[in-house]
């Protein structure tokens, strides 16, 4: 719903250009190149940070699982860490060999 709304305002904002302004030719195309630039880098950016998030949850979901969760070179399992669901941070375990070791579930495969 909110990409139609945005191509809404993208049409209304190139009729709006088109119409009433004094612009010629040329710099009605580079407006409008630059318009639809920042349009698309807006959109890949919401896919790329939508595929992050999808990763990082399926780590927590492994995790939650009771799988082991590769993390920078560190084996993340439920017998050595917890999991902060506010931050989505793996906290070591008191007695174990990680203790107080917190590791990002972003930075896990």
């Given at each position: 719903m909110a990409y139609i709304a945005g191509?809404?305002?993208?049409?209304?904002?190139?009729?709006?250009?088109?119409?009433?302004?004094?612009?010629?030719?040329?710099?009605?195309?580079?407006?409008?190149?630059?318009?639809?630039?920042?349009?698309?880098?807006?959109?890949?950016?919401?896919?790329?940070?939508?595929?992050?998030?999808?990763?990082?949850?399926?780590?927590?979901?492994?995790?939650n699982q009771?799988?082991?969760?590769?993390c920078n070179g560190v084996d993340v399992n439920s017998t050595n860490f917890t999991l902060s669901i506010g931050t989505y941070t793996f906290i070591g375990r008191e007695n174990t060999p990680h203790y107080r070791e917190m590791i990002s579930a972003s930075r896990c495969e």
């Amino acid at each position: 719903m909110a990409y139609i709304a945005g191509l809404i305002i993208v049409g209304l904002f190139f009729l709006v250009l088109h119409y009433f302004t004094e612009l010629n030719r040329t710099q009605k195309a580079v407006v409008t190149a630059v318009a639809l630039a920042i349009v698309l880098s807006a959109v890949a950016f919401n896919a790329y940070t939508d595929a992050q998030r999808e990763k990082m949850l399926n780590v927590v979901m492994k995790f939650n699982q009771h799988n082991t969760v590769q993390c920078n070179g560190v084996d993340v399992n439920s017998t050595n860490f917890t999991l902060s669901i506010g931050t989505y941070t793996f906290i070591g375990r008191e007695n174990t060999p990680h203790y107080r070791e917190m590791i990002s579930a972003s930075r896990c495969e």
